[in-house]
């Protein structure tokens, strides 16, 4: 059974940066793809970004690119989201998750594990 923690969360100011991370147990997830995902309060949850974890190529949604990095450690089998220039808008529960499949974390679709989510609020 795979297990994904996230840590990091929390308040900040418009314009700081957090870091999540999200520290995967269970299973060698060397051929799997880990995401980030976010749901604002009356939102429907999105795709943030996501990393292959055997090339490390990353993905991106428009709207965090060259804000947020993601990165990770095959070596503690974490995950990480470096959010910069944070705005009120990116207010949300932040979400790991992983998969076999790139499409599936790509699309949000039939994700078989997730994390229990972190609140991250960015005041204004």
């Known amino acids: 059974q795979v297990q994904l923690v996230e840590s990091g969360g929390g308040l900040v100011q418009a314009g700081g940066s957090l870091r999540l991370s999200c520290a995967a147990s269970?299973?060698?997830?060397?051929?799997?793809?880990s995401g980030w995902f976010r749901q604002a309060p009356g939102k429907e949850r999105e795709f943030v970004a996501a990393i292959t974890w055997t090339s490390g190529n990353t993905y991106y949604t428009d709207s965090v690119t060259g804000r947020f990095t993601i990165s990770r450690d095959n070596t503690k089998n974490t995950v990480y989201l470096q959010m910069d220039s944070l705005k009120p808008e990116d207010t949300a529960v932040y979400y790991c998750?992983?998969?076999?499949?790139?499409?599936?974390?790509?699309?949000?679709?039939?994700?078989?594990?997730w994390g229990q989510g972190t609140q991250v609020t960015v005041s204004s």
């Open positions: 269970g299973r060698t997830f060397s051929s799997y793809v």
């Open positions: 998750a992983a998969s076999t499949e790139l499409g599936r974390i790509l699309q949000g679709n039939n994700i078989p594990y």
